[in-house]
């Protein structure tokens, strides 16, 4: 179980005697271009992400990337991961970020062009298969915490003990037992780009933007 607070860097990170606690960013041109924060997810080989780096990019403030536009054909972003320890025993998670786009440039679901482009936080117990075999390893944000994409900074900060969304349907209030059970065998924390509907398909941008990680915490 999770006793202390765990807290994710949006760059660099490093073990303490106390947990997992977030360090300064060292300057861009020390630090690798890789980051701990994937994009994906990779299913049987193939990234889901089209045309995505596979991880963010470190800089000095903060882990980065820049959505695909102009089109879906220039490729689309679905999950962003990093690997966390098991979420019992934590309270909440808490995300801030950035968006830098010019004025007018707009965000488009993948699947789902004519809706809202949404961020969903999420988190996924070990052993998901991505099939249908596995249908509560994965679980969203509650649906009053999912946040449209807009320009500017932001910040989304969510309970653990509110009602998460199950991947096929239902919640952390009717299947109390899975839920529980994802909490005790977390193995991949993160946020998703999507739609309200479809919350992990991806998303693309009419224009040049990027996205910068500026804090992601689990305490």
Request: aromatic fraction near 10%.
């Amino acid at each position: 179980m999770l006793k202390r607070s765990l807290i994710l860097a949006a760059a660099s990170v490093a073990l303490l005697g106390t947990g997992i606690a977030v360090v300064p960013s060292a300057p861009a041109a020390a630090q690798s271009a890789r980051s701990t924060w994937s994009i994906g997810p990779v299913v049987r080989g193939k990234n889901s992400s089209y045309r995505m780096p596979a991880t963010m990019q470190d800089t000095a403030r903060g882990a980065v990337f820049d959505f695909p536009y102009p089109s879906p054909a220039a490729g689309h972003v679905h999950y962003v991961t990093t690997a966390t320890r098991p979420l019992a025993g934590a309270k909440r998670i808490t995300m801030r970020y950035r968006i830098d786009a010019a004025r007018g440039v707009r965000f488009v679901p993948e699947e789902d062009p004519q809706n809202t482009a949404t961020l969903s936080l999420y988190f996924q117990r070990a052993g998901d298969r991505w099939t249908m075999r596995t249908p509560h390893h994965r679980w969203y944000a509650p649906n009053d915490k999912v946040i449209p994409l807009s320009r500017g900074t932001h910040e989304v900060s969510i309970d653990l003990d509110e009602e998460w969304i199950a991947m096929v349907g239902g919640t952390s209030y009717t299947l109390p037992e899975a839920f529980d059970r994802a909490l005790d065998r977390t193995a991949q924390v993160g946020f998703v780009f999507g739609s309200p509907a479809l919350r992990g398909h991806g998303v693309y941008a009419t224009g040049p933007a990027r996205f910068t990680l500026l804090d992601f915490r689990i305490e």
